[in-house]
């Protein structure tokens, strides 16, 4: 309906100071804490507290620590055809970007170089500009994303942002201490569920849902170290209605994201910008499950990948394949995950 249509623009959440604004934001809606650390730690809020890391209080790889040879293993075993299934969106200029992000691929000169030797080789190159960690089918890293405790902005494992910021890539968090993925891949095909062409924009994913997806599809709940997947149809809007997809969007709330972190998943996608409902369950706290999954948790995110091939063949649990990009002090990283069934 017109009304399932409506919502805000992720652009707007920029030209609102609602993601620039976003820890406060999040204090706003209960994130309080005290100002020091020792202080902080016994402060009660809403969002819990978060550090030291299970991995202990130096660690900078967060859920990728579960990639064992074990998890590779069992991984492996659900390779039965030997099929991949491409899930990166194609990067190029005009894709759906947060904010003011930009994508720009020139090649200089024409060829760029040559020729060498008797047989004249010449060669092209490419010069990027944008975002590269935060734009097309991207990967958030632990460095992405932090929320206020106090006067204090926190970073995953409680990194602060004196520790953390760096104008010329982190200091901390960067996407060079991510290690590689090989793991099972869950789909949770929601839309299947639901019906329709796509979910609508301000769907929020429940508990109800997964549960019952789950039982559809016949497979057992997310365990440790999986990736677990969203499909809710929005992708089809990919360079046919940016602005509609740069609109609030279908995908799970807070509480489907604490059920997530609970089972101790090393990565969360779909085929949305945030890989959650915006606004979501609480209006005040927006972007929540990026604060449970990844500030919290050192749950990675994966956003905008391609699941209607998966969803077509009914492939639904799969060995998961994908290698951040080691850029030190990266913020995320660009790159082309698979599905291996």
């Known amino acids: 309906t017109e009304q399932e249509e409506s919502g805000v623009s992720r652009r707007d959440f920029v030209k609102s100071g609602f993601a620039a604004g976003m820890a406060a934001g999040m204090a706003a809606g209960g994130v309080v804490g005290a100002s020091d650390e020792a202080e902080a730690q016994e402060a009660e809020n809403v969002m819990g507290k978060w550090w030291p890391s299970e991995w202990g209080p130096e660690d900078q790889a967060g859920a990728s620590n579960r990639m064992t040879p074990a998890k590779v293993l069992e991984a492996a075993s659900l390779i039965q055809k030997g099929n991949i299934y491409r899930m990166g969106m194609v990067l190029e200029a005009g894709v759906p970007t947060f904010g003011a992000r930009h994508v720009s691929i020139t090649i200089p000169g024409g060829p760029t170089g040559g020729p060498f030797g008797e047989q004249e080789l010449m060669y092209n190159d490419e010069m990027f500009s944008g975002e590269i960690g935060q734009v097309g089918s991207q990967f958030d890293g632990l460095g992405h994303i932090g929320a206020k405790v106090g006067n204090t902005i926190r970073y995953y494992n409680g990194f602060t942002q004196e520790q953390v910021g ?176």
């Open 166 to 341: 760096g104008a010329y890539g982190l200091n901390m968090l960067g996407t060079e201490h991510v290690k590689p993925f090989f793991t099972r891949g869950i789909l949770l095909d929601v839309l299947s569920h639901k019906g329709g062409e796509r979910l609508p924009v301000d769907y929020i994913i429940t508990m109800d849902d997964v549960i019952r997806t789950m039982r559809k599809q016949g497979i057992n709940e997310p365990k440790e170290g999986d990736a677990v997947f969203f499909r809710t149809g929005h992708i089809k809007l990919w360079m046919k209605d940016n602005d509609k997809y740069n609109k609030s969007c279908p995908g799970p709330g807070a509480t489907v994201a604490k059920w997530l972190a609970e089972r101790k998943i090393s990565c969360v996608g779909g085929d949305t910008w945030p890989v959650e409902a915006v606004p979501g369950e609480n209006p005040r706290r927006p972007f929540e499950c990026h604060i449970i999954w990844i500030v919290m948790n050192g749950i990675y995110i994966i956003e905008n990948q391609y699941l209607e091939d998966l969803a077509k063949d009914q492939v639904y649990e799969f060995a998961w394949s994908f290698n951040p990009l080691p850029t030190k002090g990266g913020t995320g990283s660009p790159g082309n995950s698979v599905a291996i069934a």
